[in-house]
């Protein structure tokens, strides 16, 4: 099965935070946006981090980084009216598009997100 992994999950690993013991063991192959793996870098470098470590993270696990193009574009667009009730940031529905795309398993940490129900499935880390 296909995993997409949100910011979040990424972080919780990179961190060592609540929640990485269960995003280790199915990261390996997994997917994430292009802004997913931008708002990592952003956080990593607010901890004091350089961009080389998450980088180094990515390519341990061979985490796939997609492009955010023209066509992730609308998805990310299209899931605003059935997603603002949760207040899901650009980030967030960047990447439950790519899980919708991918028919993916979607791992977060964000509780908001798995109150949603729009046809992907939602799996809180902790």
């Given at each position: 099965m296909t995993v997409v992994l949100d910011a979040s999950a990424l972080l919780a690993v990179l961190l060592d935070e609540q929640g990485s013991?269960?995003?280790?063991?199915?990261?390996?192959?997994?997917?994430?946006?292009?802004?997913?793996?931008?708002?990592?870098?952003?956080?990593?470098?607010?901890?004091?981090?350089?961009?080389?470590?998450?980088?180094?993270?990515?390519?341990?696990?061979?985490?796939?980084?997609?492009?955010f193009g023209l066509k992730q574009a609308a998805m990310t667009a299209e899931l605003r009216p059935h997603t603002s009730s949760v207040g899901a940031s650009l980030g967030d529905r960047a990447f439950l598009a790519l899980a919708i795309?991918?028919?993916?398993?979607?791992?977060?940490?964000?509780?908001?997100?798995?109150?949603?129900?729009?046809?992907?499935?939602?799996?809180?880390?902790?």
């Open positions: 013991q269960n995003v280790i063991p199915v990261m390996r192959g997994s997917l994430m946006s292009a802004v997913n793996a931008s708002e990592c870098f952003s956080r990593a470098i607010d901890k004091g981090y350089s961009a080389s470590i998450p980088t180094q993270l990515l390519r341990q696990f061979d985490i796939t980084i997609m492009p795309e991918h028919q993916a398993s979607a791992l977060t940490g964000d509780r908001r997100l798995a109150a949603l129900d729009i046809g992907v499935d939602i799996q809180l880390i902790r």
